[in-house]
């Protein structure tokens, strides 16, 4: 017997509400429908079935539509923890949604119910609704947490790890990495867990280095880690301004522009550091007796008075070399210099950013050293023509499309030995055209001897390298202990999220390398290597993915991820890229570690890692498809640049060119298709490569569908670019991550003690020196737009009241 009277008619609020349900179950069930078929969870086309019964039921104005979505909503409660547990970001698009959609029933319930009275009515949804928050409050911890009981051992004994650097950090920061044995440590200790609460801004300063026309707009990135020798801060911006400003105020003592034109802007308009060189035996008082030296988008080497700001003019041509020289055809933006240059022995060694996805002519990767007082070509080592020591014949030019070295690398001043983090050959998507020493040598680290510029050894991490894993990050160098006492090593990060321990003399593995089986197939399955090389020490690297990884921010982007990935060619870790279907390549290109690195604690023994754990989604694309679309190599007409890094690249000279998705998202919402966390950040046992803490890093606050800012304080875990600081303090300063603020983190737990919202993304490494005993921490708070955070121009600085 109904309680509705004969001639009841839902009012409009409710059929509006029957109508949005069935259109949501119609999507439901043939989207779930075709997930059925390619082999997914039936969840989605039964919750379609039904929905579509309560929206029915609902337009008749039946109260049975409340039960029978009572129903659904248990089930899809019950199929939510199998198939998660208690996972709060995983269960987001599982279950928000649906009880958003319950509570729009429950408020029906006085129309549905009109007999009951209200009160009876108000108690069914406060009950429903108290129910729901106490089931709610199970998911709130966050399992991605993992925290290490025991104690770390005491600061104090950063001394009895030897550094090689001529210069090391100290009330200084002499080098882009602290030292050019990159463990980005600093003995300071003023700052510390129980006062870093207290930090306030001291000073600020704005560059001036903003974009200035169309064509920079949507490109920069301000990148630098500043340096400070003396009384003095020296920093580039973006288009290789230098500047040079009071350590304690900020105020400004010189600036000297290079004047880069916008169109030799590559990727990215970015420099990542400067470098500081004394000359030996030189008075202090002599023009360019110390000087600062820096690559620029150009690709020139510029060396300026450390102390004026002028030329030095005994350096190259007025303080000016061109890089360039020997590189054949060179089209603007095809070849440029973003790191910081390495000196070892007097010896700049330069290596530089070749535009990826490109062409297979793309200019060479050839390693050039030149001398720190004159400028003048000392070596250059050529892969391809290792017998060409210097500048290659007329007409001639070094080998194109070779291996580059676009990060910074390191150097032992002792051994005389630099260690090169190299890329690919040119295109990264595309193997058969390779040389057989590209094989020998891409995607690996070369330690060169910085006298004669010939390798010494190489370490190979990805054997013939389709998946754009080049060597990203600085090697550091540690004493590491073994059973037969301290040993010369060093700590090779990689996108993939291995961390390799090597000699740094010899390159042998000091802890243990497997070569394990790799996927094999794509569209040049002769190419493929049967297997990979896999660190056993320690690797930032998550299981493989499955469907259930799959998210969104609501069932039905999560079932159209899930429909991906069941379509997709995926058989886990180095999947090759295909081009009948798309293919998953996880972790992403930008890792793992990217050239932000690690840093090091050498006094505890304890690595700080910030990663990434993103996926990418790509496909491999046909030339005369590529040709219809329009994609040309960047000298040639093809509109506008624009989108993530390997989005329509052209691949010229090559098959195919390459479409990435880079982090693996969906048009409509933007958000990826892979659950949280997308970056995080971890401290490991030096000794062993045991995990003492690991957490989610970046929260959700500038992060939401659509673009829009969620503004919420969570510890989502972000994608990250930039490096941490570590020191004898005990606290861990970083930016990096997409929420644009700056942290202090516990060095023994990994809680944030403080931190401050930035005026635009910090995607930069932070420092901290001395002056007149104050310690101070400053961070360029520039942005990236591949990061997708605001620009800005200003650099801040922090210290306590």
């Known amino acids: 017997m109904s309680i509705m009277p004969a001639k009841y008619r839902s009012p409009w609020p409710v059929l509006l509400l029957a109508l949005v349900i069935g259109l949501i179950g119609l999507v439901l069930l043939f989207g779930g429908g075709y997930l059925i078929y390619v082999g997914g969870s039936p969840y989605y086309a039964l919750a379609g079935l039904g929905l579509l019964a309560t929206a029915s039921l609902l337009w008749r104005g039946s109260i049975i539509a409340l039960w029978v979505y009572a129903?659904?909503?248990?089930?899809?409660?019950?199929?939510?923890?199998?198939?998660?547990?208690?996972?709060?970001?995983?269960?987001?698009?599982?279950?928000?949604?649906?009880?958003?959609?319950?509570?729009?029933?429950?408020?029906?319930?006085?129309?549905?119910?009109?007999?009951?009275?209200?009160?009876?009515?108000?108690?069914?949804?406060?009950?429903?609704?108290?129910?729901?928050?106490?089931?709610?409050?199970?998911?709130?911890p966050n399992p991605h947490v993992v925290t290490y009981s025991g104690a770390l051992p005491p600061a104090g004994q950063a001394n009895a790890m030897s550094d090689p650097s001529l210069w090391k950090a100290g009330a200084d920061w002499p080098a882009y990495g602290g030292s050019n044995s990159a463990r980005r440590y600093s003995p300071l200790d003023q700052i510390t867990p129980d006062n870093a609460g207290k930090l306030k801004r001291v000073w600020s300063i704005h560059t001036g280095d903003l974009?200035?026309?169309?064509?920079?707009?949507?490109?920069?990135?301000?990148?630098?880690?500043?340096?400070?020798?003396?009384?003095?801060?020296?920093?580039?911006?973006?288009?290789?301004?230098?500047?040079?400003?009071?350590?304690?105020?900020?105020?400004?003592?010189?600036?000297?522009?290079?004047?880069?034109?916008?169109?030799?802007?590559?990727?990215?308009?970015?420099?990542?550091?400067?470098?500081?060189?004394?000359?030996?035996?030189?008075?202090?008082?002599?023009?360019?007796?110390?000087?600062?030296?820096?690559?620029?988008?150009?690709?020139?080497?510029?060396?300026?008075?450390?102390?004026?700001?002028?030329?030095?003019?005994?350096?190259?041509?007025?303080?000016?070399?061109?890089?360039?020289?020997?590189?054949?055809?060179?089209?603007?933006?095809?070849?440029?210099?973003?790191?910081?240059?390495?000196?070892?022995?007097?010896?700049?060694v330069v290596g530089h950013q070749v535009l990826d996805g490109q062409k297979r002519?793309?200019?060479?990767?050839?390693?050039?050293?030149?001398?720190?007082?004159?400028?003048?070509?000392?070596?250059?080592?050529?892969?391809?023509?290792?017998?060409?020591?210097?500048?290659?014949?007329?007409?001639?030019?070094?080998?194109?499309?070779?291996?580059?070295?676009?990060?910074?690398?390191?150097?032992?001043?002792?051994?005389?030995?630099?260690?090169?983090?190299?890329?690919?050959?040119?295109?990264?998507?595309?193997?058969?055209?390779?040389?057989?020493?590209?094989?020998?040598?891409?995607?690996?680290?070369?330690?060169?001897?910085?006298?004669?510029?010939?390798?010494?050894?190489?370490?190979?991490?990805?054997?013939?390298?389709?998946?754009?894993?080049?060597?990203?990050?600085?090697?550091?160098?540690?004493?590491?202990?073994?059973?037969?006492?301290?040993?010369?090593?060093?700590?090779?990060?990689?996108?993939?999220?291995?961390?390799?321990?090597?000699?740094?003399?010899?390159?042998?593995?000091?802890?243990?390398?497997?070569?394990?089986?790799?996927?094999g197939g794509g569209v040049e399955p002769e190419q493929r290597s049967p297997a990979q090389p896999h660190s056993l020490y320690h690797t930032l690297r998550k299981p493989d993915l499955t469907e259930k990884d799959m998210w969104g921010m609501s069932p039905i982007d999560q079932m159209v991820c899930r429909i991906q990935f069941r379509t997709a060619s995926y058989q886990g870790f180095y999947t090759p890229p295909t081009t009948s279907t798309p293919s998953i390549e996880y972790p992403g290109y930008n890792g793992?570690?990217?050239?932000?690195?690690?840093?090091?604690?050498?006094?505890?023994?304890?690595?700080?890692?910030?990663?990434?754990?993103?996926?990418?989604?790509?496909?491999?694309?046909?030339?005369?498809?590529?040709?219809?679309?329009?994609?040309?190599?960047?000298?040639?007409?093809?509109?506008?640049?624009?989108?993530?890094?390997?989005?329509?690249?052209?691949?010229?000279?090559?098959?195919?060119?390459?479409?990435?998705?880079?982090?693996?998202?969906?048009?409509?919402?933007?958000?990826?298709?892979?659950?949280?966390?997308?970056?995080?950040?971890?401290?490991?046992?030096?000794k062993s490569g045991m995990t003492l803490w690991d957490r989610p890093f970046g929260t959700a606050r500038t992060n939401g569908p659509f673009g829009i800012p969620s503004m919420l304080p969570i510890d989502i875990g972000t994608p990250n670019n930039g490096g941490a600081v570590v020191t004898a303090g005990g606290v861990v300063f970083i930016a990096a991550a997409t929420d644009n603020l700056i942290r202090a983190i516990d060095l023994r737990t990994g809680k944030m003690l403080w931190s401050d919202t930035l005026p635009g993304g910090g995607q930069a490494t932070p420092m901290t020196y001395e002056v007149d005993r104050k310690q101070y921490v400053v961070i360029m708070a520039g942005g990236h737009h591949f990061m997708e955070t605001p620009i800005s121009d200003e650099l801040i600085a922090y210290a306590l009241p």
């Not at 389709?466 to 590491?480: C, E, K, P």
Request: charge should be negative; glycine fraction near 10%.
């Open 71 to 140: 129903v659904v909503y248990a089930a899809t409660l019950v199929w939510a923890l199998w198939e998660t547990g208690f996972d709060g970001w995983a269960l987001v698009p599982r279950v928000i949604a649906p009880t958003v959609l319950l509570l729009f029933i429950i408020a029906a319930i006085p129309v549905l119910m009109p007999r009951i009275g209200n009160w009876r009515s108000a108690l069914v949804a406060n009950t429903v609704i108290v129910v729901l928050l106490a089931a709610f409050s199970l998911i709130l």
């Open 211 to 348: 974009p200035q026309s169309k064509f920079a707009e949507g490109k920069y990135g301000a990148e630098t880690t500043p340096l400070k020798v003396g009384s003095a801060l020296y920093l580039c911006t973006p288009k290789n301004i230098l500047i040079s400003l009071d350590a304690a105020t900020g105020k400004e003592r010189w600036r000297y522009d290079p004047r880069v034109s916008d169109d030799w802007i590559p990727y990215t308009a970015a420099c990542r550091g400067v470098t500081y060189y004394d000359l030996p035996g030189v008075a202090p008082t002599e023009l360019c007796a110390s000087r600062i030296i820096e690559g620029t988008l150009d690709a020139r080497l510029i060396a300026v008075d450390a102390n004026s700001g002028a030329p030095c003019e005994n350096f190259g041509d007025n303080g000016i070399v061109d890089t360039k020289v020997g590189m054949g055809e060179v089209e603007p933006g095809m070849l440029s210099i973003t790191a910081a240059p390495t000196i070892v022995r007097g010896i700049i």
């Open 361 to 519: 002519s793309a200019p060479s990767g050839a390693i050039q050293g030149f001398d720190a007082v004159t400028g003048a070509l000392r070596w250059v080592w050529d892969m391809k023509q290792p017998d060409l020591t210097g500048p290659p014949p007329d007409g001639g030019s070094y080998a194109r499309g070779t291996p580059n070295m676009w990060t910074a690398a390191s150097g032992d001043e002792k051994l005389g030995l630099v260690y090169l983090p190299l890329g690919n050959s040119a295109v990264d998507y595309w193997s058969s055209q390779r040389s057989d020493v590209e094989n020998e040598y891409a995607t690996s680290l070369v330690a060169l001897d910085v006298g004669t510029g010939r390798p010494v050894w190489h370490f190979q991490t990805v054997h013939k390298d389709v998946w754009d894993y080049d060597l990203g990050s600085q090697a550091s160098l540690i004493d590491f202990p073994t059973e037969g006492g301290s040993v010369p090593a060093l700590l090779l990060p990689s996108k993939q999220g291995d961390i390799y321990v090597l000699d740094r003399r010899t390159g042998e593995p000091l802890t243990k390398v497997e070569e394990r089986p790799a996927p």
């Open 592 to 686: 793992g570690s990217d050239w932000g690195g690690i840093a090091v604690d050498p006094g505890r023994g304890i690595i700080v890692a910030n990663y990434n754990d993103m996926p990418n989604y790509l496909r491999l694309v046909p030339r005369d498809k590529a040709d219809k679309l329009g994609w040309a190599p960047r000298s040639q007409a093809r509109g506008e640049m624009g989108g993530a890094e390997g989005a329509g690249d052209p691949q010229a000279g090559t098959p195919f060119a390459i479409n990435v998705n880079a982090g693996w998202r969906l048009p409509f919402t933007g958000l990826l298709c892979k659950e949280p966390p997308y970056g995080g950040i971890r401290a490991i046992d030096l």
